[in-house]
């Protein structure tokens, strides 16, 4: 299950949303950083080496930090609710960035 995330206000979290990351992570969390925009169907998938069209958003735990990413299937079966060390996300596109 994914908690509806939409309302934190200031990272605090409702009981039924705590409850619910605890069921997805246990006690191994701290913060979470949801996304600010709602997911766009369409978006790619933000995994690297992935071309696929993202089909939900998933909740992942690097090191006790909750992310929300947009993943296709087969990312969101494979890494929503887990606890790791690593995510092996694609890097932000910097093409037209000026240094």
């Known amino acids: 299950m994914t908690p509806d995330l939409r ?7 409702t009981w039924e949303q705590e409850d619910a990351l605890d069921a997805l992570f246990g006690r191994m969390w701290t913060i ?4 600010p925009e709602p997911f766009a169907p369409g978006s790619p998938c933000e995994f690297d080496l992935c071309d696929a069209v993202a089909s939900g958003r998933i909740l992942v735990n690097v090191w ?4 929300e990413h947009d993943a296709c299937d087969r990312h969101r079966a494979f890494f929503h609710g887990k606890n790791l060390d690593y995510l092996p996300l ?3 596109d910097t093409a037209g960035a000026s240094s």
């Open 32 to 35: 979470i950083f949801p996304k």
């Open 90 to 92: 694609r890097l932000p």
């Open 7 to 13: 309302h934190i206000v200031n990272h605090r979290l």
């Open 64 to 67: 006790g930090t909750i992310t």
